[in-house]
């Protein structure tokens, strides 16, 4: 899946991730994120194929950097889906 690269993080400037080229092609041409990780349905973590930036959705549904925080959050947002969504399949079946 292909995400386009909203205007406001379109001329960040790379992490330390990737190559000068790939430093340069995003900062030129924007990012090119794919999904990395399905947190929740509608969660999720995209990572930049070409300087390896990894960003995440946020709260109010906006591409935000991946901080160690936000991993953990996504951690565990991912935990208690997987738990509910277990739940609910047991009780259906």
Known sequence: MLFQTPPQL???STHHHGNKF???FCNLFGHHYVV???V?????EYKCIHCQKEVT???S???SALTPQMQEINSTLEEMYQKRKSR?????A
């Open 40 to 44: 929740t349905q509608h969660i999720k």
């Open 36 to 38: 990395s990780k399905k």
């Open 88 to 92: 609910v399949v047991h009780q259906v």
């Open 22 to 24: 790939s430093a340069f």
């Open 61 to 63: 549904g906006k591409l």
């Open 57 to 59: 959705t946020d709260v």
């Open 10 to 12: 379109m001329k960040t």
